[in-house]
């Protein structure tokens, strides 16, 4: 037996030719379980993605979120003093465009006090995490 | 001896016509997978990293912005009230806050008025460049941001929903992906200025 034919692969496909292995490139067998390889491989990447996808919206959930509180603790500031309860009362919940069942809860320690805390309770619901919760805080005085 | 020329036999010649047909046809299958895996993945990629692009220079761009803006506030500087929107919006002057008379402190310590430097500030899109930010003159103070498409200012006497102290602004970013899809983030918040 000769060492062509002691190959796993390709060896025995030519065992009386004469030629090399390395003229006889690669086997149907060869190229076809390179090809299996590379696409399991190609899944692989692409599964990985998904997660990558999730956190990138989960990202912006959170952008979207904090936003919208920045807004509102913006507008907390431009408000005057003696008007805060009217415009936030305690209790109050105010929607968040773009986000599924997107809330802000106004609540205060205490709504009579000067300075007057105030805090305001973020919450959504995430595709991809669930529950999400945040609380903010902001003082006033007059 | 008969059997092992026999394998030989079989052995040379080579592959049915059905095999290689059906390899083939297996090869493709997977080779169009892998493809259209790989563009698509590429896709998203480009995608979601546009995406994130447009988004975290508009909320920059807000955040640079407001650092600005909580300095100003409604003030009579050379008989000009300011702040002032134009070009429907396009614009904004304004002057800032400062230790004018040297005390140290942005106010004046005998009546308490604030103290307003003689500077007046534009922000406003250059439209060309897609950079946000504010100018002197017309020149390029401080950039706020790029991507911005388009950005609009409101103040109370533009509209009266507004509060008194409270500047609106809206931020455009706007990409187009390698494949030519465009990418838009819009975001609008408040901005309370100092008084």
């Known amino acids: 037996m000769d060492c062509q034919s002691e190959h796993p692969l390709g060896g025995d496909l030519l065992p009386h030719s004469g030629r090399s292995r390395v003229q006889s490139g690669f086997s149907l067998l060869e190229v076809t379980i390179a090809i299996v390889i590379l696409t399991v491989l190609s899944f692989t990447t692409a599964l990985v993605l998904i997660p990558v996808s999730r956190e990138h919206r989960s990202a912006r959930e959170t952008d979207v979120a904090n936003a919208s509180v920045r807004t509102i603790l913006e507008e907390v500031h431009a408000t005057p003093f003696n008007e805060i309860l009217t415009r936030y009362p305690d209790g109050d919940q105010i929607a968040i465009v773009g986000l599924t069942n997107g809330l802000i809860a106004v609540s205060y320690e205490n709504a009579a006090a000067d300075p007057l805390v105030m805090r305001l309770d973020l919450s959504w619901d995430s595709p991809e995490q669930g529950p999400m919760q945040r609380s903010f805080f902001t003082v006033r005085t007059e | 001896m008969h059997e092992l020329r026999s394998i030989d036999q079989r052995a040379e010649q080579g592959l049915t016509l059905l095999e290689v047909v059906i390899a083939m046809t297996v090869i493709s299958v997977l080779v169009a997978g892998v493809l259209a895996i790989s563009v698509e993945t590429a896709r998203f990629t480009a995608f979601a990293d546009d995406d994130f692009i447009v988004q975290n220079e508009a909320q920059r761009s807000i955040s ?115 494949d030519g899809l465009p990418v838009t983030y819009s975001t609008t918040t408040s901005i309370h200025m100092r008084n």
């Open chain 2, 64 to 178: 640079k912005m407001s650092d600005i803006l909580h300095k100003t506030g409604w003030a009579s500087v050379g008989g000009i009230n300011f702040p002032q929107v134009w070009n429907n919006g396009d614009e904004l002057d304004f002057v800032l806050n400062g230790d004018i008379d040297g005390n140290g402190y942005a106010f004046n310590q005998e009546t308490g008025e604030l103290e307003w430097a003689p500077v007046i500030y534009t922000a406003r899109a250059d439209g060309v460049t897609g950079t946000l930010g504010v100018y002197v003159g017309p020149f390029l103070l401080w950039v706020l941001g790029s991507n911005i498409s388009d950005v609009d200012f409101l103040t109370n006497v533009e509209d009266n929903d507004v509060r008194f102290k409270e500047i609106r602004v809206t931020v455009q970013a706007d990409r187009v992906t390698p």
